[in-house]
């Protein structure tokens, strides 16, 4: 038994963190992704770019599980995202558009309602420290009611980094943020990308999303049209008259 482990011969590589083929999705009539794939390794960062309504959005929602593709198939680290939705879960976090975030609630109490669901024994100083990684601990015991666009975008990243997980998907990151705000997410990335985090990176600030990323894939009408290295991400993008500066 030793000696079969201690082989390399026996030992099986680990399975990609992203692996997706032939996804297709639809809304009524109208197809959102048309035979949309591509593989990542663990560790390795994706910027995924695109004019508004390319399919951005809907390939990040499919491979963490928030909705299902209509035909073809996606595995996280082995996972499949059909038939392990809870695997998949446990190993994803998504920042996405909607903040779901309560109102009613301050900083701490939303982020305290977070580890809960999460299952997760985190005590209030703790969350502070998150708040206070992205600007917000001196904000803490406000409620969400009363912070602007940019606040809840930092605060739906302290809780997105709550998770913790190995395979991140964030949706316009920079979107309401300030010339901080953007510096505040790419030392998060900075900090991911340290961990072995995997991430996906849907943004229209091309320059600031290829300088965090090897990789780059190009959706046209939910199809993908173009893939290469990130580093031809600008140049290449200018093709599908995408929005190419990363501002200040």
Known sequence: MHAELADPGHQRADPPAIEAKGICRRYGRRWALVDVGF????GEGL????????????L??????AIRADHGHARIEGFDTRTDRYQVRRRTALLGHHSNLYE???????LQVAARFLGRDAGARELVERLDEVGLADRAEDAVAAFSAGMRKRLMLARTLLQEASVVFLDEPYGHLDP?????VDATLDRLRARGATVVIATHLLERGAEQSERALVLESGRRAWEGPA???VRE????????KAGA
């Open 231 to 233: 580093a031809d991400l």
């Open 237 to 244: 993008g200018t093709a599908f008259a995408l929005p190419g």
């Open 104 to 110: 009613a609630l301050s900083a701490l109490e939303n």
């Open 47 to 58: 910027v995924l770019a695109g004019r508004n309504g390319s399919g951005k959005s809907t």
């Open 39 to 42: 593989t990542l390794r663990r």
């Open 60 to 65: 990040l929602r499919v491979l963490s599980t």
């Open 180 to 184: 901080p705000g953007f510096r505040l």
